[in-house]
């Protein structure tokens, strides 16, 4: 069964940086793309960043750009998101979701994704 924890989240000021991890147990992450989603409250879960198992492909929202890291560690079967100059509209949850090797293409559409973590609340104050 594929499970995902998220993990990192917390308060940070604005400007500030965080890095989120999201661990894989019960498969094997290195035949995973892994994509980094985001809800904010009232709105729509939006893709944040995907990165191909390869880790050859990399993704990002525009509103993310230049902020945003996404990596990989497949030995200890761990993607990460650093984030960097968070601004107060970074605040959301924010969840990694897990499909099997296809290139990050239709990344950022939920339906893509076959595994979902729980989420990992992301607030930056202004």
């Known amino acids: 069964q594929l499970q995902l924890v998220e993990s990192g989240g917390g308060l940070v000021q604005f400007g500030g940086s965080l890095r989120l991890s999201c661990a894989a147990s019960?498969?094997?992450?290195?035949?995973?793309?892994i994509g980094w989603f985001r809800q904010a409250p009232g709105k729509e879960r939006e893709g944040v960043s995907c990165?191909?198992?390869?880790?050859?492909?990399?993704n990002y929202a525009d509103s993310v750009k230049g902020r945003f890291t996404i990596s990989r560690d497949n030995a200890k079967n761990t993607v990460y998101l650093q984030m960097n100059s968070l601004k107060p509209e970074d605040t959301a949850v924010y969840y990694c979701?897990?499909?099997?090797?296809?290139?990050?293409?239709?990344?950022?559409?939920?339906?893509?994704?076959?595994?979902w973590g729980q989420g990992t609340q992301v607030t930056v104050s202004s």
């Open positions: 990165i191909s198992s390869s880790g050859g492909n990399i």
């Open positions: 979701a897990a499909m099997f090797r296809s290139s990050c293409i239709g990344w950022g559409r939920r339906s893509s994704f076959d595994a």
């Open positions: 019960g498969f094997t992450l290195a035949y995973y793309d």
